[in-house]
């Protein structure tokens, strides 16, 4: 019982982190590097 509660709680962790950086705001975005023309 303890193997499945160590399986279910540390998945559940890397789903809960791998959906927060999903969520950021910022993931989009490439930053805008000094001296380049605008297109």
Known sequence: ???????ALSHGLLL????????RPDLDREPERP?????
């Open 35 to 39: 001296g380049t023309p605008d297109a």
């Open 1 to 7: 019982m303890i193997d499945l509660f160590s399986l």
């Open 16 to 23: 809960f982190a791998a959906w927060r950086l999903v969520r």
